[in-house]
Nanobody
């Protein structure tokens, strides 16, 4: 089992920045991919960005050039730096990690971008 603790959400004006963090509990197994998803009201959950244990990244087209995902393997922590935020980025952001083929989700952190 992996427990995930997310932090960093909040209210920000359009054009502003936020940094999300997600710390995974430590155990003796390596965490593979780590990522961020988001779900806006009345919409399906979608991938925002993910990163492999080796550092390869993948982004949704809507956030390319504005968001940056990174991870600290020693701390089992993944980050999402969000710049140039837009009202359409408003959503609950969920951390997701894969370990031994199992997928674990955080409880989510709300990001609200005002116009």
């Amino acid at each position: 089992q992996v427990q995930l603790v997310e932090s960093g959400g909040g209210l920000v004006q359009a054009g502003g920045s936020l940094r999300l963090s997600c710390a995974a509990s430590q155990n003796r197994f390596r965490i593979n991919a780590m990522g961020w998803y988001r779900q806006a009201p009345e919409k399906q959950r979608e991938l925002v960005a993910d990163i492999t244990s080796g550092g390869s990244t993948n982004y949704a087209d809507s956030v390319k050039g504005r968001f940056t995902i990174s991870r600290d393997n020693a701390k089992n922590t993944v980050y999402l730096q969000m710049n140039s935020l837009r009202p359409e980025d408003t959503a609950v952001y969920y951390c997701n990690v894969d370990q031994l083929g199992n997928s674990y989700w955080g409880k989510g952190t709300l990001v609200t971008v005002s116009s």
